[in-house]
């Protein structure tokens, strides 16, 4: 059976993070080794925020993205995610998709929150505002998955890190996600 992840465009490629965000140049190469040595095939889901704010686009939280704007853009996206999974569902291959938790775009179980933010940037260093839920991206794929019928792949999100144990231990999560 064909195995299909869909994948966030920044785990293809970090050059697509937020300014000063990327953890590496190019690929992420741990969470790809780990989808190809099991013989999953990689499809990219495209970065909604680099589309809508540009390479320049400041840090943000899910209540900044949280526009009527910025969801019928995600919305635009989706119709074309949901459809290629639609279709690989339909051929019966199996379909995961991998999302960025903390992101307030694409996280699937994280996603960064904080009502207060705005006005001048300014991130302390140490702040990490996470909350449950999904990021809007994932919100709407989800929807538009439901509104077609379709049940929803399983998701899992993985936070990208420089170096130390975390990117074995999100390694190790995402090893274990695709063996079910
Ligand atoms: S998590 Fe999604 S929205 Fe955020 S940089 Fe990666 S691809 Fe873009």
Known sequence: MTRVAFVAHCILNQNARVAGGAYCAGIHAPFVEELRGRGWELAQMPCPELGFAGLNRFWAVREQYDTLAFRRHCRRIVDAVAGAIAAHLQRGDEVVILG?????????????????????????????????????????????????????????????????????????????????
């Open 100 to 180: 960025v938790d903390g992101s307030p775009t694409m996280g699937v179980h994280l996603t960064a929150s904080e009502a207060d933010l705005g006005g001048r940037p300014e991130w302390p260093d140490s702040a990490e505002e996470l909350s449950e839920g999904p990021g809007i991206l994932i919100e709407e794929l989800l929807a538009e998955l439901r509104s077609r019928g379709i049940e929803a792949p399983r998701a899992i999100g993985i936070r990208h890190a420089g170096s130390g144990p975390v990117p074995d231990r999100e390694r190790a999560k995402l090893a274990s996600f695709l063996d079910g």
